[in-house]
């Protein structure tokens, strides 16, 4: 199998591909790096990090641009932090620039890629990483791990070595999630079930759907959304991949691995949910917040959520509104026991490497490394629910107080800890083209009313053609 990395296609050859976009525990030592780096020189080179330094002093600072996509409150924080960072130093400023969505950074940075007005920085979604390899448009984050001697034993194993692939750590993590279940604690009560005992499988929300509908604390059970990142989730917490060659980090992903037994659970319990009117469709809810507004509103007493999102439930709640309903987080449920565990979820940073110049990279190291001080993703933690990624911002008051006053803060930080699969995420090229593949499938199975065997099998197909014509134009 050709490893991942061998890869002479360009980004431009990446631009006639339809657009893509979203293991251990934590006592092993982490892939990305470990203490100090991996001392890899030849990789180290390409991070000069002490290009600033040798400056002259009317040279600085050096200006540097992040392109991200956090809305509102988070924008808000996103710049708090960095006008924070600006005047800490005189040497880089940064300037933000918000791309209003994952998928609208991706699209503007193929448009800007190797011009003048290309980011020294992009976040993008989780799912991004094979692609971002293959465009050779990036620095590894590693490679400035490596030049900086730079200690990667506080973060948390379960993150870094997601975004690692063959030993190498691409983007620097930053805002992590994960799905968690939302609900409503009044809404179990009024239905005589125990509000402090979420549904943690598939059978679960069933019951405890029925017995809401039946009592009518809410008129359906659970609000539903045609969100590919669920089933991805769903697999992995069964303990199974979504493509072969070890969800893509033993070689190239050339497979789907969706039409199986784990599969037809998943598209079982959809197309009960359905059939039995126990849950409402909100459609593809690409904003994420009409299945948490169907709870607020009580249309439903359940809906699965990013816990990133929790920060905004609160705000939201604190200004007046939906104050009728119990905020109940618990984690995700799934197929049976837990044999697997959820995945990364969120964004991470990627450093930008084509036509910047040494004291631009050398810059956005610096940056990057400020975002990711335990005292920032201390701050970034309790104000948006995004995962704090180093051990020691959880051991800080202002985290440790959150969970005392407010244990939802801590469920999803629990449940990535607490997950047992040992494989890392999905590596996809095609991975927008994977996601439309379940998404569709998901459409049929619940607006056109196709089987779930029938459902599945064509979700499965539409993957494998993706892989297949990724791969062939990259000559794989």
């Keep these: 199998m050709t490893s991942l990395r061998r890869c002479s296609v360009v980004f431009v050859a990446l631009l006639l591909l339809a657009a893509a976009c979203g293991g251990g525990d934590d006592d092993s030592s982490s892939s990305g790096g470990g203490e100090g780096g991996s001392g890899n020189s030849?990789?180290?080179?390409?991070c000069p990090i002490g290009s600033i330094d040798k400056l002259a002093a009317s040279a600085k600072p050096v200006e540097i641009t992040y392109w991200h996509s956090f809305p509102r409150e988070n924008e808000r924080l996103i710049t708090e932090i960095t006008d924070a960072f600006n005047a800490s130093q005189t040497d880089v400023k940064v300037k933000l620039v918000n791309q209003t969505s994952y998928t609208d950074t991706l699209t503007a940075f193929r448009a800007a890629y190797g011009k003048a007005d290309s980011p020294d920085l992009v976040l993008l979604e989780?799912?991004?990483t094979q692609q971002m390899i293959d465009s050779q448009a990036v620095i590894p984050a590693q490679a400035c791990v490596d030049a900086d001697n730079y200690d990667m034993s506080d973060f948390l194993p379960r993150v870094t070595d997601y975004f690692t692939v063959e030993d190498t750590l691409w983007p620097m993590p930053f805002n992590v999630s994960n799905p968690v279940l939302y609900y409503d604690k009044n809404d179990f009560k009024k239905a005589g079930l125990d509000p402090d005992k979420p549904p943690a499988t598939f059978d679960e929300v069933l019951a405890d759907s029925r017995a809401i509908v039946k009592s009518g604390a809410a008129t359906?059970?659970?609000?539903?959304?045609?969100?590919?990142?669920?089933?991805?989730?769903?697999?992995?917490k069964d303990g199974n991949t979504i493509v072969d060659h070890s969800n893509g980090r033993d070689g190239r992903a050339e497979k789907a691995t969706l039409d199986n037994d784990t599969g037809k659970d998943i598209y079982g319990f959809i197309d009960t949910l359905f059939k039995e009117k126990l849950a409402l469709n909100v459609g593809r809810n690409e904003s994420g917040t009409d299945t948490l507004l169907a709870v607020g509103k009580g249309d439903a007493a359940m809906a699965i959520g990013t816990s990133a999102a929790l920060g905004t439930i609160y705000d939201i709640q604190a200004a007046g509104q939906f104050a009728d309903v119990g905020i109940g987080v618990g984690p995700l449920p799934g197929s049976n026991a837990d044999n697997g565990g959820v995945q990364v979820g969120g964004g991470s940073i990627w450093l930008v490497g084509k036509g910047k110049s040494d004291v631009e990279?050398?810059?956005?190291?610096?940056?990057?490394?400020?975002?990711?001080?335990?005292?920032?993703?201390?701050?970034?933690?309790?104000?948006?629910?995004?995962?704090?990624?180093?051990?020691?911002?959880?051991?800080?008051?202002?985290?440790a107080d959150l969970w005392k006053s407010k244990p939802t803060y801590k469920v999803a930080y629990d449940q990535l800890l607490g997950s047992k699969m040992a494989l890392g995420g999905p590596a996809i090229g095609p991975y927008k083209e994977f996601r439309d593949a379940i998404r569709s499938s998901l459409e049929s199975l619940v607006l056109k009313h196709v089987s779930p065997a029938a459902a599945l099998a064509a979700a499965q197909k539409e993957a494998d053609d993706a892989l297949e014509s990724y791969n062939s134009r990259l000559g794989e």
């Design 42 to 46: 030849d990789l180290a080179k390409q």
């Design 126 to 128: 989780d799912n991004e």
């Design 220 to 236: 359906y059970g659970f609000a539903w959304e045609m969100q590919p990142w669920y089933v991805e989730q769903w697999f992995a």
């Design 361 to 399: 990279k050398a810059a956005t190291w610096d940056y990057v490394k400020w975002l990711d001080e335990p005292e920032r993703q201390a701050v970034w933690h309790q104000k948006t629910g995004y995962i704090p990624i180093r051990k020691s911002a959880i051991e800080l008051p202002q985290v």
